[in-house]
């Protein structure tokens, strides 16, 4: 049953794409005769977009065949390193559209996974969802308490879907692994449907974006700037989740913001700032800043708030990613290219025979140009990307975390421009990237070193007499141990000493004895060899002691 769905929908998949004229993007020498041939037995299905450009039918193509090649393809416009211009652009105006699903199944799933009926779980629940997307559906509703709430419900059936397709697409990477040889070391066309994947089911577990959107709040708790609505874990399942409801305005309302009387260009300020303060102070960023994930509060506009939801995506950085921005962004505003090539391979981004000059030199190209603007255009994003596109070319491995940074990082600079377009982007920055490259590489560092080690020797400092204590006892008995084993040693050294005396006293005996018998000198012959075997006896005695 399961091959004969995924037959059926490898048909869809193939018509689509024939339909939209996309084998013609194959390249010649490629379309090796089984290709043709199959091509030539599909001969009722034909390009029925010639008018259209390639990129266009692409997107086409990826919209018609549903949420998992939507999201794939919002996924690849971001990789402009992979893409060529035009295809990425086009790529990225995909949009979400799918229809909703019936609310009454949304209801069902919710009663399944909480085990009671809707009506004991909470009030007015609306049949009618608020918005719809490729994995989930949000409908609104009431706790028992009065509180608003939404609920979000993963689409049923979404998992099959997901894996039937991803499957299909994972087949497809292998094949264009085998055939497609050169490019494939670049290219790695499994290891991105691989990611792609692990993201997909990443977001079907809607736990996993209850305990981010936790953190997140809890990390921006009674902060002015930003705002994360609460979760009501006790209903939350891997597929439904339950929080407070916001009313905000969408950040895509440029127009309702002015005509609320927001101060755009704090707001602008802050929507940097907050996100500094996720990477630089937490660590923890929200990575899927997508218009309708963001909103503004309605209230004080003046002391503009952000409101953060659906922390499905977050990235978090460890201590290598931190040092390694640390470094780069200061060699870069030191203009010092060849520490920013010698500081990739130092860590291992790239492979160690990787040729300094050549390196140095194309990242010298591609990011001098960004110095001639004035430093408060400086767009970190860009830098950032321009760093990672020309180190993927030497080979960088994706850190896939860096990459989500600068992507977020590119969205936030574009949204405060959108905000406010003389913002200062520069100076805005400047007091959270002073502050962190202190902690990361100047004297601070040393101190949180310290810092970091103090919980332990806190701990251990009231155990400290005794271990000092147990310490001296123990020291103790072993220097006894170790003067016993020493007497012991000379005792036995001395004996061997002996042994050894008594052994060459027997053979100096023999031979003495020996030479009275051939001097007939019997008696002495005799007394002789036997107090040699009597020497010899002791002494061995000595030895094997
Ligand atoms: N707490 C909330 N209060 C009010 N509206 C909300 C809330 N959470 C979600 N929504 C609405 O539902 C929409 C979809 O929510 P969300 O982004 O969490 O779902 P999603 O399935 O992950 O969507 P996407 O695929 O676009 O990321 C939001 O754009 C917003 O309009």
Known sequence: MKKLRELIRLYQIGKTLLEYGLDELIPARLQIWPARMARSSLF?????????????????????????FIKFGQMLSTRRDLLPPDIAQELALLQDRVPPFPGQLAQLQIEASLGAPINELFDDFAITPLASASIAQVHTARLKTGQEIVIKVIRPDIEKTIDADVSLMQTLARLVA????????????????????????????LLREAANAIQ??????????????????DYCRENVLVMERIYGIPVSDIAALKANGTNMKLL??????????????DSFFHADMHPGNIFVSYQHPQDPQWIGIDCGIVGTLNKDDKRYLADNFLAFFNRDYRKVAELHVESGWVPADTKIE???????????PIFEKPLSEISFGHVLLNLFNTARRFNMAVQPQLVLLQKTLLYVEGVGRQLYPQLDLWKTAKPFLEEWMQQQV??????????????????????????????????????QQVQGLYYQFARHDKEQGKGRFLLAMGATLLLAGTLLLAMDK???????????????????????R
């Open 216 to 233: 997140l709040r809890r990390n921006f708790e009674g902060s002015g700037t930003l705002y994360v609505p609460e979760i009501y874990s």
């Open 178 to 205: 085998r055939f497609a040889p050169a490019r494939t070391q670049r290219l790695r066309p499994e290891a991105v449907v691989e990611e792609y994947r692990k993201t997909l089911f990443d977001e079907l577990n």
């Open 358 to 368: 050549e390196f140095e030199s194309a990242i010298r190209t591609v990011l001098e």
């Open 268 to 281: 602008a300020e802050r929507g940097v700032e907050v996100f500094f303060t996720q990477v630089f102070r």
């Open 44 to 68: 009722w299905l034909k390009n029925r977009h010639p008018d259209l450009s390639r990129a266009h039918r692409i997107r086409l193509a990826f919209e018609q065949l549903g949420p998992v």
């Open 442 to 479: 100047g004297y601070k560092a040393v101190i949180n070193a310290m810092k970091e080690k103090a919980p332990f020797w806190a701990e251990k400092l009231p155990e400290l007499p005794e271990l000092v204590y147990d310490a001296l006892r123990q020291a103790k008995a072993q220097h």
């Open 522 to 544: 019997n008696q002495w012959a005799f007394s002789a060899l036997v107090l040699a075997l009597v020497s010899w006896w002791l002494g061995w005695r000595k030895i094997s």
